[in-house]
């Protein structure tokens, strides 16, 4: 019998297309979002007072973002113990003090590691 196997690659040692894309949206969101931070830590702004003080249309999108905060990090609690995915914690305090726009993408791309290889266990099982 020679060396080499046919067995395919499984797919929790390596990163399927989708989490990819979700790694490039958590880059994106941490770009955007710390470009601006850093900007208003220059500029020394009072980001809460810019946040909540810009009139009724930036009230709305604070208002609207918050809810998709706080829902984003209900579902990666429970999605993550339901996969029994490891340190899920580490990315929910990315979201309130790095960007939700980089945590949320990041769990998901997580996430999907993780669905890959529990599939990939479901079809070694006898």
Same mark, same amino acid.
């Given at each position: 019998? /020679?060396?080499?196997?046919?067995?395919?690659?499984?797919?929790? %040692?390596?990163?399927?297309?989708?989490?990819? =894309?979700? @790694?490039? @949206?958590?880059?994106?969101? &941490?770009?955007?979002?710390?470009?601006?931070?850093?900007?208003?830590? #220059?500029? %020394?702004?009072?980001?809460?007072?810019?946040?909540?003080?810009?009139? +009724? /249309?930036? /009230?709305?999108?604070?208002?609207? &973002? =918050?809810?998709?905060?706080? $829902?984003?990090? #209900?579902?990666?609690?429970?999605?993550?113990?339901? @996969? %029994?995915?490891?340190?899920?914690?580490?990315?929910? &305090?990315?979201?309130?003090?790095?960007? =939700?726009?980089?945590?949320?993408? &990041?769990? =998901? $791309? @997580?996430?999907?590691?993780?669905? $890959?290889?529990?599939?990939?266990? %479901?079809?070694?099982? +006898?």
């Amino acid at each position: 019998m /020679s060396g080499t196997s046919s067995r395919p690659v499984p797919t929790h %040692r390596r990163w399927t297309p989708r989490a990819y =894309l979700y @790694l490039a @949206l958590a880059a994106a969101g &941490l770009v955007g979002t710390w470009t601006y931070n850093v900007i208003a830590i #220059i500029e %020394r702004r009072d980001v809460l007072g810019d946040w909540f003080g810009g009139g +009724p /249309s930036v /009230s709305s999108l604070t208002t609207d &973002l =918050l809810v998709v905060a706080v $829902a984003a990090v #209900i579902f990666m609690i429970v999605e993550g113990r339901r @996969l %029994r995915m490891k340190r899920v914690w580490l990315v929910v &305090l990315t979201a309130p003090f790095i960007a =939700l726009a980089f945590a949320f993408p &990041l769990f =998901l $791309a @997580l996430r999907e590691r993780a669905l $890959a290889e529990g599939r990939d266990e %479901r079809s070694e099982s +006898p």
